[in-house]
Structures are given as C-alpha cells and as structure tokens.
C-alpha cells in the first residue's frame, strides 16, 4: 500500500493506522480496508465490557473473526489491561497488515496474532479445547447470523460473545419475511421497535446456543440508528438451555389500544380491550442487562476517559427488572394530539403512583414500566 494512502489516528489510547480515505469520506469504503470512525462507540463499550470481564472473571484472550484493521483488538489490548493476547483476522490481507503495523506502534506485537482466513474457517481452528477463545466479538456487515454457530463452538465455557448487526431494517420490523429468514422471527413496526430488535438478536443467539445444549445469556445490548449490539456470557447444559426456552415468547401489541402483553403463543385479542393484535417474535423476553456486570462497566468508566459512558451504564443497571419494552411518550403524545411531557416527568408521575418506572438506554424517549398503556395515558392527558 502506498504510503500517502493511510493515516496513524488516535481513537481512546490507542493507535490506529486506518486508509486516509475512511476518514476523509462519509461512508468508510472496504477498499483497500474498512474502518470506520463513527465505530468509536461501540469500540468505547466493547473496551469497558473487556475491563469489567477480566475484573470479575479473570484473565482473558480476544478472538477477533472480522476484525478490518483491527481496531477493537488493538484497543482492548491497549486499553483493558486483562486481555492477555488477541486474536486478529480478517479475510482481507491489506486490513491485516495494518493491523500489525499498529501492534506495533502500540507495542503490542508480542500480545497479537494475525491470520488471513474466512471468519468460520478461523473460528472452526479454535474450537477444541485448549485453543477456545475467552472473549469473540462478531462484527460483519449485515447480520452476524452465519457466524454465531462457529463463535459458540469456539467460545469456552463462561466466555463473552459479543456481536453487532447493522441490518436495522429487518430487526426493526421493515423487512419482516428477511427478519424471519436471518433471525428465526417476526419483527414489528411500532413505537419500541429498537428494543424489539435486539430482543430478536438476541433470540438468534439463544436459539443456535441451546441447540448445542449451551445457554448464551444476554447481559448487556445498546444500539442507535446503524446497529444493534448484544453480550452474552455462555453457559453450559441441557438444564439450562431448557431454562432459556422460557424466555422465548411472543411480544404482542393490541392494533386500536395499543397495550403490550407477552405470551407463549401469538393468539388471540387484546387483554384489555378485545381488539385484534400484531406480534413479534419469537423474541427474547428475559434480562437483556446483567446487573453485576453492567454495574462494573460503570465502574470501569470511573475517572478516565471513558468516563463519559458511566451515567448511561448506572442507568442500565437500573432497567433489569422491568418488561421488555418501553412507552415512547412523544409518539404516544403525538396520537393523542395532546403536547408530550418529559419522560422524567412521567416517571416521577407513575412511581407516585405506586408503580416502577425507569429511563432506557435503548430510547432516550422511552419509559420502561409495569404500569398498563391507560396508566400513561391518563398522565399525558393530565399534563
Ligand atoms: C464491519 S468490518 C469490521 C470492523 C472492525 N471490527 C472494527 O471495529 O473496526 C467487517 C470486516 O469483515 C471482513 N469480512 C467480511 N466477510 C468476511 C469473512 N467471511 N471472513 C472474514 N472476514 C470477513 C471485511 O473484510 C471487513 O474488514
Ligand atoms: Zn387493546
């Protein structure tokens, strides 16, 4: 690669060298390599969720199947100081090549490999014993459906899967037929259509784990308009699959009230006003947070310069005990043709009233609560 033709970034503490085109041009191209600037985020938390796993559980390697120019490898090694070794591939040479010259840059060289392979070819290598992975992270274009197979089998016991799918349209319910293919179930359309995709996300990865009597249990999802991102920690055992099965029902939403209920079977009308309904799934309904561990992320941002992350991590941990999905107050607002109140404002409204209600970091508009859809309703009608 010609040498005017990359640039040495900086992204956290970490050097990168990136082609100079992905930071001059809007969308980052894959030619000669891909990266992509705006990916600052997610490599932010994936950085955090390396620090708080290796707290809580000890020394770890990365595997990295799609890893462009390696940038999240580079930063967890740089950066979390846990991660012993990572693992860098990608099927394009000039991405790897890259990658080393900033191992290098960083001084990292003797904590990384690289290979040129597809993603499963790589993942299929380490998936005996001795060789699996602590921590793999999935980052495709699209969905990570094909790979999530072969992560699991390369995946120890108690390891960390994480992934991204950038195939937003489908999760979030306007391709329904390609969100069945790819996912296994319907999206939908609605107001807190961003949560229902990454439920469905994470359906995906329960379901091909508990086929191979594993249980990947989701701990931590964020997502904004170009993905939606899950972590799993993967535990073993028929019973425990057997578990994850209750989790794994229909999310329903009545077409005229628009109250959500959550059921084994998509069936029948609405609970409270006999309507007809529409349905998701089938979807993850169980934690999509890990209390201990989303609280450590928190803790991991304390003080440094990820420190910006540590309000939304805090508020997290607050969602867990909450139903899987959110009333979006402005939209609601908007259909009674009434002015919308701020969601902090309902919130305080609804727990004087007796109920839970919280933020969520999956919609700054949303609030997650037991109250029924009238609770809300009759608040925004008051205000
Ligand atoms: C979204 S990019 C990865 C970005 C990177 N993880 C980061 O944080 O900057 C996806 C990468 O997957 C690679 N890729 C696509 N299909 C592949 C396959 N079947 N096996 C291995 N790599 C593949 C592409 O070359 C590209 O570098
Ligand atoms: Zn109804």
Same mark, same amino acid.
């Given at each position: 690669m010609a040498v005017e033709s990359y640039?040495?970034?900086?992204?956290?503490?970490?050097?990168?060298?990136?082609?100079? *085109?992905?930071?001059?041009?809007?969308?980052?191209?894959?030619?000669?390599?891909?990266?992509?600037?705006?990916?600052?985020?997610?490599?932010?938390?994936a950085v955090l969720a390396c620090r708080a796993y290796t707290k809580l559980y000890g020394e770890a390697d990365f595997g990295d199947p799609l890893a462009g *120019?390696? !940038?999240?490898?580079?930063?967890?090694?740089?950066?979390?100081?846990?991660? !012993?070794?990572?693992?860098?591939?990608?099927?394009?040479?000039?991405?790897?090549?890259?990658?080393?010259?900033?191992a290098a840059a960083n001084l990292v060289l003797n904590r990384a490999s690289f290979t040129v392979k597809s993603a499963n070819q790589f993942l299929e290598l380490h998936a005996r014993p001795g060789r699996r992975f602590s921590i793999i992270d999935l980052d495709p274009f699209g969905s990570p459906t094909e790979f999530v197979d072969s992560a699991i089998r390369a995946?120890?016991?108690?390891?960390?899967l994480s992934l991204t799918a950038t195939d937003t349209a489908?999760?979030?319910?306007v391709y329904r037929k390609v969100a069945f293919r790819k996912y296994f179930g319907y999206s939908l359309r609605t107001d807190f259509s961003r949560e229902?995709?990454?439920?469905?996300?994470?359906?995906?990865?329960?379901?091909?784990?508990? !086929?191979?009597?594993?249980?990947?249990?989701?701990?931590?999802v964020h997502s904004d308009q170009h993905y939606m991102r899950a972590y799993f920690f993967l535990e073993t055992g028929a019973e425990a699959a057997n578990r994850a099965i209750d989790e794994l029902n229909f999310i329903i939403e009545c077409n005229r009230c628009g109250a959500v209920t959550v059921h084994k079977e998509p069936t029948g009308s609405c609970e409270e006003c006999g309507s007809s309904v529409r349905y998701c799934g089938p979807a993850w309904t169980g934690p999509?947070?890990?209390?201990?561990?989303?609280?450590?992320?928190?803790?991991?941002?304390?003080?440094?310069?990820?420190s910006r992350y540590e309000k939304l991590l805090i508020k997290a941990a607050e969602e867990i005990d909450h139903p899987p999905f959110y009333y979006n107050i402005p939209r609601i607002?908007?259909?009674?043709?009434?002015?919308?109140?701020?969601?902090?404002?309902?919130?305080?409204?609804?727990?004087?009233?007796?109920?839970? !209600?919280?933020?969520?970091?999956?919609?700054?508009?949303?609030?997650?609560?037991?109250?029924?859809?009238?609770a809300v309703i009759s608040l925004i009608r008051k205000e």
């Open positions: 640039r040495l970034t900086t992204e956290g503490r970490t050097k990168i060298y990136v082609p100079a *085109v992905s930071i001059t041009s809007p969308l980052p191209p894959t030619s000669p390599a891909f990266f992509n600037p705006r990916g600052r985020k997610v490599r932010d938390l *120019v390696g !940038a999240k490898s580079l930063r967890v090694l740089v950066e979390s100081e846990g991660i !012993a070794h990572a693992y860098i591939n990608d099927l394009n040479s000039k991405a790897i090549k890259l990658a080393r010259r900033s995946l120890q016991y108690g390891g960390m489908p999760l979030s319910g229902l995709g990454l439920r469905l996300l994470c359906a995906m990865v329960v379901r091909r784990g508990i !086929a191979l009597d594993m249980f990947p249990r989701p701990v931590f999509i947070f890990d209390r201990k561990f989303v609280r450590q992320m928190g803790e991991e941002a304390r003080g440094n310069h990820l607002a908007d259909r009674l043709d009434a002015p919308a109140p701020s969601p902090t404002s309902v919130i305080e409204s609804l727990v004087k009233q007796g109920w839970h !209600a919280t933020l969520t970091i999956i919609d700054p508009q949303g609030v997650r609560t037991d109250a029924p859809l009238s």
